[in-house]
């Protein structure tokens, strides 16, 4: 059993910066891959961005590429998501995610095949 519990959601202005942690209980974080989604209001779930258990892979949406990074460590249990240059479109409720992996890959597919989620931590980017 794991259990997700992400922090450093907040309000920020366009342009500016926010870094998430998702602290993960349990021995066994190390061979899970991990990844960030979120969903706005009236919008599905959606992918961000994954990690993978070494932190060797990273994997991320379009539309954060080149904005967010994806980081973890394993000696603390934790992952980060680093958002950088906000934009108001990435409003949305941000999820941690995991998903116990059998090699070491980045992929965590669709939300449907994640096994555990934290409560999600919200993110609000006004203009």
């Known amino acids: 059993q794991v259990q997700l519990v992400e922090s450093g959601g907040g309000l920020v202005q366009a342009g500016g910066s926010l870094r998430l942690s998702c602290a993960a209980s349990?021995?066994?974080?190390?061979?899970?891959?991990m990844g960030w989604f979120r969903q706005a209001p009236g919008k599905e779930r959606e992918f961000v961005a994954s990690i993978s258990w070494s932190g060797g892979f990273t994997a991320y949406a379009d539309s954060v590429k080149g904005r967010f990074t994806i980081s973890r460590d394993n000696a603390k249990n934790t992952v980060y998501l680093q958002m950088n240059s906000l934009k108001p479109e990435d409003t949305a409720v941000y999820y941690c995610?995991?998903?116990?992996?059998?090699?070491?890959?980045?992929?965590?597919?669709?939300?449907?095949?994640?096994?555990?989620w934290g409560k999600g931590t919200p993110v609000t980017v006004h203009s």
């Open positions: 995610a995991g998903r116990r992996a059998n090699y070491d890959t980045a992929y965590i597919g669709p939300p449907n095949g994640v096994d555990y």
């Open positions: 349990g021995r066994t974080f190390s061979s899970y891959r």
